[in-house]
């Protein structure tokens, strides 16, 4: 009897390999995203409180996230996503209204992450004298297109929010 469990105790001990795990990023690819991106709101996350009050100027962000930056430009394309306000309202219970054109300026919702580099910004002026102080707004932004790379499907939303006073 002892003898089979003996057998049994190397036999179980053999059969377990200690395999090395390689790992291969070869095929990984860049992705462009939204770095601070805060839409869909991920996990326990809380609405976006008075993110722009008193601001002047909004910063849009582009990245590349990769291991180092490439080789050539990216030119990468936003757009302004009604569609959230909605979803933003539906979300967490608020009415935001968006943002009306003549409260902000931007020169394009175009940048180009310069080859050699890893981010690129969009310059967004907001015009509080514009606002109507009765109300509270959202400026919605998603990343439309990328010059060819993946665009992040769950970093490519911005959602800047102005409370009234």
Same mark, same amino acid.
């Given at each position: 009897? $002892?003898?089979? +469990?003996?057998?049994?105790?190397?036999? %179980?001990?053999?059969?377990? @390999? /200690?395999?090395?795990?390689? @790992?291969?990023?070869?095929?990984? &690819?860049?992705?462009?995203?939204?770095?601070? #991106?805060?839409?869909?709101?991920?996990?326990? #996350? *809380?609405?976006? %409180?008075?993110?722009?009050?008193?601001?002047? $100027?909004?910063? @849009?962000?582009? $990245?590349?996230?990769?291991?180092?930056?490439?080789?050539?430009?990216? @030119?990468?394309?936003?757009?302004?996503?009604?569609?959230?306000?909605?979803?933003?309202?539906?979300?967490?219970?608020?009415?935001?209204?968006?943002?009306?054109?003549?409260?902000?300026?931007?020169?394009?919702?175009?940048?180009?992450?310069? #080859?050699?580099? &890893? &981010?690129?910004?969009?310059?967004?002026?907001?015009?509080?004298?514009?606002?109507?102080?009765?109300?509270?707004?959202?400026?919605? +932004?998603?990343?439309?297109? #990328?010059?060819?790379?993946?665009? *992040?499907?769950? +970093? /490519?939303?911005?959602?800047?929010?102005? /409370?009234? &006073?």
């Amino acid at each position: 009897m $002892r003898y089979l +469990f003996s057998l049994f105790i190397i036999y %179980m001990f053999s059969a377990c @390999l /200690k395999n090395e795990v390689t @790992l291969d990023y070869s095929g990984i &690819q860049p992705v462009v995203l939204i770095p601070n #991106a805060n839409w869909p709101p991920k996990g326990f #996350a *809380s609405p976006a %409180m008075d993110s722009v009050a008193g601001t002047t $100027r909004l910063n @849009l962000f582009a $990245r590349v996230s990769y291991e180092k930056p490439l080789t050539k430009n990216v @030119l990468v394309k936003f757009t302004l996503d009604n569609a959230l306000v909605d979803a933003y309202n539906t979300q967490w219970g608020t009415s935001y209204q968006m943002l009306p054109a003549s409260c902000y300026q931007v020169a394009s919702l175009e940048v180009s992450i310069p #080859a050699g580099s &890893q &981010q690129a910004v969009i310059p967004i002026t907001v015009l509080p004298g514009q606002m109507d102080p009765q109300h509270d707004y959202i400026l919605p +932004f998603t990343m439309a297109s #990328a010059g060819g790379q993946t665009v *992040s499907a769950n +970093f /490519k939303s911005f959602v800047f929010t102005i /409370k009234g &006073q």
